[in-house]
């Protein structure tokens, strides 16, 4: 069974960029399509990206588009999300998750990632 764990969250002014990684253990790594997701206080868990097996396919939310890039190197069992131009509005808590999928198809439905991460805090202040 993967496990994942988050880090890199933290205190940052607006404007500023953030990485977060997902660092997997316990499996192979390379048979699973991984996501971010982010919960910001009182709202529901919102799909960011995901990318696919290979790296071959991402898929990006809409709004999600040109701020966010997702990376993954299966070498060192690691997703990065890379953010640029953070506002706070992206305060949140960031959970990567992964999905048993090699088949190059990722969806945005939360109830495709069985597996989850702890999370990783983000702030940004204005």
């Known amino acids: 069974q993967v496990q994942l764990a988050e880090s890199g969250g933290k205190l940052v002014a607006a404007g500023e960029s953030l990485s977060l990684s997902c660092v997997a253990s316990g499996h192979t790594f390379d048979s699973y399509a991984v996501a971010w997701f982010r919960q910001a206080p009182g709202k529901e868990r919102e799909f960011l990206v995901a990318?696919?097996?290979?790296?071959?396919?991402?898929l990006y939310a809409d709004s999600k588009k040109g701020r966010f890039t997702i990376s993954r190197n299966n070498g060192e069992n690691t997703v990065n999300l890379q953010m640029t131009s953070l506002k706070p509005e992206d305060t949140a808590v960031y959970y990567c998750?992964?999905?048993?999928?090699?088949?190059?198809?990722?969806?945005?439905?939360?109830?495709?990632?069985?597996?989850w991460g702890q999370g990783t805090q983000v702030t940004v202040s204005s």
């Open positions: 998750a992964a999905d048993l999928n090699r088949s190059g198809v990722m969806v945005e439905e939360i109830n495709e990632y069985t597996i």
């Open positions: 990318i696919s097996w290979n790296a071959g396919r991402t």
